[in-house]
């Protein structure tokens, strides 16, 4: 069974640009969690969708969207990037919103 | 508010030692989950358990084993015999239970325990 996959693993920007990160969670989870991980601030939570609707979001500014499909894949999109942005980006699939498996992540550079 | 606090930063051992992750947390409910994560250098977090706050038995799996007490609102983590490979990033995360069909699907992440175990 394949686990959560996220693309691309590895990806740099400039200020000012956008990027879209990409998580195609576990067969049949239908929840997916966002987490952004830095040195400074750990791990914090982003935003959840559950059957393509956004059910909790954490307490990051408006640049900080994200949408789920129909096949529960989920993209999240951060616009106009700031050197803060830099980052681990982690999604996590639940099937029963009770367990949380997570992808190796996107690491994002913006210089 | 809801928090989780792992005090130790980090801790070196030698093969063989045995290790305990503490991990203390604060909530207002009364129905939560607390997990284990470990983190090794390529980034994923790699789920370890998740206890409910209804059961409070201790749980052992091979060398590791968890003791969570809601009485001191702590779930520790022990390694036994500890192996160079269980070197990684410990996390320790909160979630708690809402009302609308299972956990909330927001983790609260403790700050992590980097652990060193040494030939």
């Known amino acids: 069974k394949a686990g959560v996959t996220q693309t691309p693993r590895y990806l740099i920007k400039t200020r000012g640009q956008q990027v879209t990160l990409s998580c195609s969670p576990i067969s049949g989870h239908r929840s997916v969690s966002w987490y952004q991980q830095t040195p400074g601030q750990g791990l914090q939570f982003l935003f959840e969708?559950?059957?393509?609707?956004?059910?909790n979001k954490g307490n990051f500014p408006g640049r900080f969207s994200g949408r789920q499909f129909s096949n529960s894949r989920s993209e999240m999109n951060v616009s106009t990037l700031e050197l803060g942005d830099s980052a681990l980006y982690l999604c996590?699939?639940?099937?029963?919103?009770?367990?949380?498996?997570f992808g190796q992540g996107t690491r994002l550079t913006v210089v | 508010a809801q928090k989780v606090t792992q005090a130790q930063t980090e801790i070196s051992v030698v093969e063989k030692e045995d290790v305990t992750l503490d991990c203390v947390y604060e909530?207002?409910?009364?129905?939560?989950?607390l997990f284990w994560y470990k983190q090794p250098p390529s980034g994923e977090l790699v789920f370890l358990i998740r206890?409910?706050?209804?059961?409070?038995q201790n749980e052992i799996s091979g060398r590791y084993s968890w003791n969570f007490q809601k009485s001191t609102s702590s779930f520790n983590f022990t390694i036994t015999a500890s192996q160079v490979v269980d070197s990684a990033v410990y996390f320790c995360?909160?979630?708690?239970?809402?009302?609308?069909?299972?956990?909330?699907?927001?983790?609260?992440f403790g700050k992590g325990t980097k652990l060193s175990v040494k030939p």
């Open positions: 969708y559950f059957s393509e609707t956004q059910r």
């Open positions: 909530t207002r409910d009364t129905t939560y989950y």
């Open positions: 206890r409910n706050s209804f059961d409070e």
């Open positions: 996590a699939s639940s099937l029963n919103r009770e367990d949380a498996f």
């Open positions: 995360a909160l979630s708690e239970f809402m009302n609308y069909g299972g956990s909330q699907g927001n983790l609260i």
